[in-house]
């Protein structure tokens, strides 16, 4: 009887293959391109990395995948440091991933980019959000380390410039793990208490690692939602972080910081004292002018010989008073003269003058109705004559009508 050759179950060989696989390949880099990529909601990234002849899956777990500086995009070139294993249910292998770096581009400059671009959308880099830095303030908030050279440099120039400025120094971890949690505590801190007029926050120069703090989403809200005006002074003058982009004032350095916000007690005496000298000028300038006026007017005839003003004002009022009387002379004999032009007008128009021509007039004694024509009496009528002195009262007797 023929021997039946030895067989390994599925689970058997798929264990096996499991244990070859894992010791064979662990702590290894692999690069590609991110195809596929999928962030659940578990927290988990699952992606699958390829080149132009084969692809392997890859899984990024919550652990890892919060930790990252940068979001994977499908399409990116990256390495991946993990190790490989088996998924025994689907019979298929991947890389748990532990590290990913992208290719070309450092992982802080791709999460700097990436962010900037995300926050660039949010309009949180607008000017329109940015606020004006008070000139004199009387307390300033500082969030920085309480040991680093930043602080001693804000201190030294805020002494020299004014030492009636008051600092508030709010002690931060500008550097490491967890530090962007403590800086932004600090600017939350001075807007909940209200009592400071400008916040500085920063830090001295260093690497990207080292400023990288200042380009965290915590740092850069906390400045945004500030009600109070922000200075950003991180680093030195050729360093750029999204804190500088946000912040209403940008200093290139924090002893620049404390130049712009620490106002100069020497420089507002000198101001004060040049007011001053202007405005002396400026009254002194006016008392002349009004001198010269003065005098001007004390050498015009008036003021020198008062007495002459009233003469001749005597005898304009003279010479008034004769043309006045002279005109209405005049008027008055004008109108007089009219008024014997029309009387006499009248004179001659009148009934009287007519009458004692001899002529007279005749009215019926009953309406007193002028007579003008025999047709308006009859015989026994009593009519009246008037004529120059009286009237004649008489009775009709007869009517002669002309031929």
């Not at 039946?4 to 060989?13: D, E």
């Not at 967890?178 to 926050?201: M, P, Q, R």
Request: net charge neutral.
């Amino acid at each position: 009887m023929q021997e039946q050759p030895k067989a390994y179950s599925v689970s058997a060989i798929t264990r096996m293959i499991k244990s070859q696989l894992e010791d064979s390949f662990n702590n290894i880099w692999v690069e590609g391109e991110i195809s596929g990529y999928l962030h659940h909601s578990s927290g988990h990234r699952y992606l699958s990395l390829k080149d132009d002849k084969a692809v392997v899956k890859v899984t990024i777990w919550r652990g890892v995948g919060s930790k990252l500086q940068f979001e994977p995009k499908n399409g990116q070139k990256v390495l991946i440091y993990g190790d490989m294993s088996v998924y025994e249910k689907g019979g298929s292998y991947q890389l748990n991933c532990r590290k990913i770096v992208p290719v070309g581009v450092g992982e802080l400059e791709l999460a700097f980019r990436q962010l900037h671009e995300k926050l660039t959308k949010e309009g949180l880099f607008d000017d329109s959000h940015k606020q004006a830095v008070p000139k004199f303030p009387n307390k300033i908030g500082v969030v920085t380390s309480p040991t680093g050279a930043a602080i001693r440099d804000i201190i030294k120039i805020a002494k020299r410039r004014n030492d009636s400025v008051q600092l508030v120094i709010y002690p931060a971890k500008v550097q490491g793990d967890g530090g962007e949690l403590t800086i932004a505590k600090g600017i939350e801190y001075f807007n909940s208490n209200d009592d400071v007029d400008i916040i500085i926050t920063g830090r001295g120069g260093g690497s990207l690692e080292d400023l990288w703090n200042f380009n965290t989403e915590e740092v850069v809200r906390a400045i945004y939602n500030s009600k109070i005006p922000v200075i950003s002074a991180v680093g030195h003058e050729i360093d750029t972080t999204l804190a500088d982009y946000v912040s209403d004032l940008r200093a290139p350095t924090p002893s620049a910081a404390a130049e712009l916000a620490v106002w100069s007690k020497e420089d507002f005496a000198s101001q004060i004292n040049g007011y001053v000298y202007q405005q002396s000028i400026y009254i002194q300038n006016l008392v002349e002018t009004a001198k010269e006026y003065l005098s001007s007017l004390l050498n015009r005839p008036v003021f020198k010989r008062p007495l002459d003003i009233v003469r001749q004002r005597q005898q304009y009022l003279d010479s008034s008073e004769k043309l006045l009387h002279s005109a209405g002379k005049k008027t008055f004999d004008f109108h007089k003269n009219r008024l014997s032009l029309a009387v006499a007008r009248i004179d001659s128009l009148s009934p009287l003058k007519i009458l004692a021509r001899g002529y007279s007039v005749t009215r019926a004694e009953n309406d007193g109705s002028v007579i003008s024509s025999v047709k308006n009496i009859t015989g026994g009528d009593s009519i009246e004559t008037i004529v120059t002195d009286g009237s004649i009262i008489s009775t009709v007797t007869d009517l002669r009508k002309n031929k």
